[in-house]
């Protein structure tokens, strides 16, 4: 299992939990969808897995190792985070940025492989422009390459098609599914229901705290269904 939770509760004020004794399993091969109403917790929960938030009891195992706050900087090499808004470094160019990252988790950028993602989504040219001068989705797509060269057990995305266009997001759907065929996992928070029917192979579904079902994505099994009839709404 490349994440496991047991008992996670999350909260901003102590004795009100944001999230309550969530338990989560998440396994090699697979895209996860984490889905919930404005509000639910997603990325509260997203924050507490990759350390961003620290105010939570309960376990969270990386690769059979147990998240504490001795080993976090080492257990950081087993999943990369892209939130909804990338907070990039403004005088950095995408090629100084990704080689900063890959030292911080020490290894070295494929370049074969970053010059087929810069030809994959179309970035060859902003490589070594500053990256405060890039649109919002060329800031994405610099967070998005540099995690899909970091080949990380567990990629995390929160709200992952922010800014980007329809050629840049088939090419992510594309590589999203060769990265889980090679045995990691990504588990992305979403409100949009096409990218969980096209991508995923599981949803959990966030409410009142907790998650409430975990849901299969099949042609025979409608989880925007699923998903209204749990958060009581037609
Ligand atoms: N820094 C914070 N301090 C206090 N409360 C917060 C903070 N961040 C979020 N919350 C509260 O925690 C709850 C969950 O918020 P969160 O952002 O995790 O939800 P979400 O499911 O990601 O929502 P959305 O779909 O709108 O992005 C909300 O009630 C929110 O107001």
Same mark, same amino acid.
């Given at each position: ?23 989560? +399993? ?155 065929? +090679? ?40 989880? +925007? ?10």
């Amino acid at each position: 299992m490349i994440l496991e939770t047991h008992r996670l509760t999350g909260w901003y004020t102590k004795n009100k939990p944001v999230i309550n004794e969530v338990h989560l +399993q998440i396994e090699g091969g697979k895209v996860y969808a984490l889905l919930g109403a404005n509000g639910a917790g997603k990325t509260t929960l997203l924050h507490i897995l990759t350390s961003i938030h620290g105010q939570y009891s309960g376990e969270i195992r990386y690769c059979g190792e147990k998240l504490t706050s001795g080993n976090e900087m080492r257990l950081k090499r087993y999943r990369c985070f892209i939130p909804d808004h990338p907070d990039l470094f403004d005088e950095m160019s995408p090629l100084g940025f990704i080689e900063f990252v890959h030292r911080l988790y020490g290894t070295t950028p494929d370049s074969a492989r970053l010059a087929e993602l810069c030809g994959t989504f179309s970035f060859d040219q902003f490589l070594h422009q500053k990256i405060g001068s890039l649109s919002l989705g060329n800031r994405q797509k610099t967070a998005l390459i540099n995690a899909l060269l970091l080949r990380c057990p567990l990629l995390i995305l929160d709200e992952p098609l922010v800014g980007l266009d329809v050629v840049a997001i088939e090419s992510f759907y594309r590589e999203l599914r060769t990265y889980v065929t +090679q045995g990691n996992a990504v588990l992305l928070s979403t409100h949009l229901f096409p990218i969980v029917d096209r991508i995923c192979d599981e949803a959990f579904i966030l409410h009142g705290g907790t998650i409430q079902e975990s849901v299969t994505v099949s042609r025979n099994h409608s989880v +925007q269904e699923t998903f209204f009839r749990v958060i009581g709404h037609e």
